[in-house]
């Protein structure tokens, strides 16, 4: 097993290590395009070969790699063109702010899919199935922006209970979650627990759920003890995965709530051509991708001990 993670591991490092170098050959190579975007459009041939001279950009490619990734490794992200502060600054404030926001959304998304799920695919054709099958397509088909709209029309402007943006200026306030979190859950929730319904009835059918059925043992032993950790070996690869969605993948719904969250941040670098800021977030991007795939491989093989990895 130590032989296993030690191996992911270092198969995670390489795969880090070759995005590294693809996005700085997609955004660095060209010298005189990356002193544009610094000094802007307006600046003379022989300022720009001025800052290229001073920043290394004269240098061959791969002493330029080198240098990049030393620095970024040593946390030295470059200066935001938009923001003129460095990258370092602005990336981990609005990760922690995207962070908070994953983790309230998981705390109630992945209970209650694996809930519906479990209680679906243990009455397959029931009635119940049926119900929290409709529901759960329902919200999964309906992108983040009309949930969103819907959800803001009822809450803000009819009832009023909520606020119409999740700004957070003056530090965190449960009620401007409410809305993002709730967009959110019900866009994920729906495939989870859709999974999570297919595993269970699969292995609700499977001989041996049969045979300790059969054999007397308590409904809720047979359950929580047999089926239950079987069912979830499919519904846990996909919850890891949903971990970069809510990272990079709610930027419609950190820009319409107004969250300073890390994908808003993305969006904004993206608009504004700010090069430093689009490495950082990519790299980071990578790294909580890399990351999350190795920890669903290793619990993997706790799920299932029938797996055997050379």
């Known amino acids: 097993m130590i032989l296993f993670v030690a191996k992911r591991v270092g198969l995670g490092l390489m795969t880090m290590l070759a995005i590294s170098a693809l996005i700085f050959l997609l955004l660095e190579v060209n010298g005189e395009a990356v002193a544009v975007k610094v ?137 401007q979650l409410v809305l993002p979190v709730m967009v959110l859950v019900l866009y994920g929730a729906g495939y989870i627990a859709r ?44 919850i890891m995965l949903q971990i970069n969605w809510l990272l990079s993948g709610v930027i419609v719904v950190e820009f319409f709530f107004a969250y300073k969250g890390f994908g808003a941040l993305l969006l904004e670098a993206s608009l504004n051509q700010d090069i430093y800021l689009i490495q950082a977030c990519a790299m980071v991007a990578v790294v909580v991708a890399v990351a999350t795939q190795t920890i669903a491989d290793v619990g993997y093989t706790y799920l299932n001990p029938r797996i055997r990895f050379d």
């Open 39 to 175: 000094l802007g459009p307006y600046t003379t041939p022989e300022q720009r070969q001025i800052w290229l001279e001073a920043n290394g950009y004269l240098e061959p490619l791969y002493i330029r790699y080198f240098d990049w990734l030393t620095r970024l490794l040593g946390g030295d992200l470059g200066q935001s063109i938009r923001f003129k502060v460095p990258v370092a600054d602005i990336v981990w404030d609005r990760l922690a702010n995207t962070a908070l926001l994953g983790a309230v959304t998981f705390a109630i998304m992945v209970p209650l899919a694996l809930v519906c799920g479990v209680l679906a695919g243990m009455r397959e054709g029931s009635l119940l199935d049926r119900t929290i099958s409709i529901g759960a397509i329902v919200t999964t088909s309906v992108p983040e922006f009309a949930s969103a709209v819907l959800l803001s029309a009822i809450f803000v402007f009819w009832l009023g209970w909520l606020p119409g943006a999740s700004p957070m200026v003056e530090g965190v306030d449960p009620r």
């Open 195 to 238: 999974m999570t319904r297919v595993a269970m009835a699969e292995v609700m059918q499977t001989p041996y759920i049969r045979t300790a059925i059969l054999k007397g043992l308590p409904y809720r032993l047979v359950i929580l003890r047999h089926a239950l950790r079987n069912a979830l070996l499919a519904p846990f690869t996909v």
